[in-house]
């Protein structure tokens, strides 16, 4: 922000303030507004008929549109926005609420398409009285890539399991023999076992498997003897090349179970369905790593742009008021001024000061300063307090033993809380929500509920608040259970407590 004062947009001196430098202090405001967006976020302001008025820095970066390219375009033939639901019900949840956020696909100058998370707010110029509509957003394209990887390998493990084919392998206990097909043969063929067309003793059948599965398959075949019941084991072959697996069914016939002398099964190369399991369990790890961090870097990028805009703005905004109170004081005290510029005066002081309270609700919105300064209670106290005046629900807390979270933890178990009660005040048509702390069995739980009429079993396609509460609740290491009977139950338990 401290570059701001050597902008060209921004340059004005107290100096050149005059009796009619009205105009100039509503100039210079603007310009302090403008430059703050335009050097801390990816945003956009456009009017009702899509005609772009302000394009962000951030907003160049995510379109490869420079502002000269932008303003005064229309936001829908520039990047060509495609919504993952009607515009017509995008525009009904703006009219209702005032906002709408969602995944949107954009089309970038090189002709590529961008995923981002965008949020629309209507809001109305101070100075002008105009409707507006601001619109910032998050690029998500290297998630959705990831996305898209996993879903692929799901696929590939699917064809390998349908096309997969088996063996049939047989040990007679009182023989000591083990016996198998051809397709087994095969399968042994690709590791380390001297193959042969099998009447071997179970010992020598056995080192086809690797040393750390051998126990395990004479235990199974043990069991499998004395109380008949069928298993199923995956075993890796013996082998110092490429790992090699196979999943072995075990069964004891029908008419051995007086004898206790038979066990046959099947055979499976289970290779492929190994190492794709492995690998779509590193695709979703990266992809819940890329989350985790995308969510941190949003709430730096968020904290930043609060302090920016409580400290930096509210801090100009504040001198450019009392500069404003000290012209209007010079002007009573010399020549007068008529009643026109005296009207013109006190408009310009009520709009800083109402822009003084927009920046101020603005930074609480990104990052309520309470969690940094006073703790997680007191950042709740207030969400809370906030919540109830704007939803008239009675709201009942007991929220003493939440200072118990950690300051790494907090931010996150104040993002879950606050994402329930916006379900709340969403969905479920209660009169009444309850949010409290307490301590059970060792772990700290935070529970939030509420008398309406619950929620869904599955979320509705792009919907995706309870899979962010439930990823925000595993990377601090907490688990979150969502109960629906009798209202919508919340609960996150943490360790530690």
């Given at each position: 922000?401290?570059g ?12 050149s ?21 335009l050097?801390?976020?990816p ?21 490869g ?8 375009a ?9 919504f ?5 019900e995008?525009?009904?949840e ?9 995944e ?21 110029d101070?100075d ?5 509509m ?6 998500i ?20 399991l ?9 040990f007679?206990?009182?023989?000591d023999?083990?016996?198998?097909d ?13 193959v ?11 080192t086809a ?11 199974g ?8 019941r069928d ?16 999943s ?24 492929d369905?190994?190492?794709i ?6 695709s ?7 989350v985790?961090?995308l ?6 990028q968020r ?21 404003l ?27 800083i000061a ?6 101020r609700?603005l930074?609480?919105?990104l ?9 997680l209670v ?38 879950i809380?606050?994402e ?21 069995a ?19 396609p ?9 990823e ?15 209202g ?10």
């Amino acid at each position: 922000m401290t570059g701001l004062i050597n902008d060209p947009a921004f340059a004005f001196h107290r100096s050149s303030l005059r009796p009619a430098a009205q105009d100039d202090l509503s100039f210079s405001l603007q310009h302090c507004l403008h430059s703050a967006l335009l050097h801390l976020a990816p945003v956009v302001v456009f009017r009702p008929d899509g005609e772009i008025v302000l394009w962000g820095r951030g907003a160049e970066r995510t379109t490869g549109y420079k502002s000269e390219q932008a303003l005064h375009a229309t936001f829908a033939h520039l990047v060509k926005p495609h919504f993952r639901c009607r515009w017509a019900e995008v525009e009904e949840e703006i009219a209702r609420s005032g906002e709408w956020c969602g995944e949107v696909t954009i089309c970038h100058a090189d002709g590529r398409y961008v995923d981002v998370v965008v949020h629309l707010v209507r809001f109305v110029d101070p100075d002008s009285g105009e409707a507006l509509m601001l619109e910032s957003h998050v690029d998500i394209s290297a998630q959705k890539l990831a996305e898209a990887s996993s879903y692929a390998a799901e696929q590939t493990l699917v064809q390998a399991l349908r096309h997969g084919g088996a063996g049939t392998w047989t040990f007679d206990s009182e023989r000591d023999e083990v016996r198998w097909d051809l397709t087994t043969q095969r399968l042994l063929e690709r590791g380390d076992f001297p193959v042969s067309h099998g009447r071997i003793p179970l010992r020598l059948a056995l080192t086809a498997l690797h040393e750390s599965c051998r126990e395990a398959m004479d235990t199974g075949v043990a069991d499998t003897l004395r109380d008949g019941r069928d298993r199923q084991m995956d075993l890796r072959l013996a082998g110092a090349g490429e790992e090699r697996w196979i999943s072995v069914t075990l069964r004891r016939p029908l008419h051995a179970r007086g004898s206790a002398a038979l066990v046959t099964g099947t055979v499976t190369d289970i290779t492929d369905r190994v190492r794709i399991v492995r690998q779509l369990a590193a695709s979703r790890e990266d992809v819940r790593r890329y989350v985790h961090g995308l969510d941190a870097a949003i709430e730096d990028q968020r904290r930043h742009i609060a302090r920016e805009l409580h400290d930096e703005l509210g801090q100009r905004l504040t001198a450019l008021k009392i500069d404003l109170h000290w012209l209007t004081r010079t002007l009573e005290g010399g020549v007068g001024m008529n009643e026109a510029t005296r009207a013109r005066l006190r408009d310009m002081d009520s709009i800083i000061a109402d822009t003084i309270t927009e920046v101020r609700s603005l930074s609480a919105m990104l990052r309520p300063l309470e969690l940094d300064h006073l703790g997680l209670v007191a950042a709740l106290d207030a969400f809370l307090d906030k919540f109830q005046a704007r939803t008239s629900l009675e709201v009942r807390r007991n929220l003493d033993k939440a200072d118990q979270v950690g300051a790494e933890h907090r931010m996150a178990v104040f993002r879950i809380v606050q994402e329930a009660l916006t379900n709340v005040a969403r969905h479920s048509e209660a009169s009444a929500v309850e949010v409290r702390a307490s301590e059970v069995a060792g772990m700290l739980r935070i529970e939030v509920r509420d008398n309406g009429k619950g929620m869904p079993a599955t979320a509705p396609p792009g919907h995706f608040g309870v899979t962010g509460m439930r990823e925000r609740a595993e990377a601090i290491g907490g688990t979150l259970d969502i109960h629906s009977e009798g209202g919508t139950h919340v609960v996150l338990d943490l360790p530690g407590a």
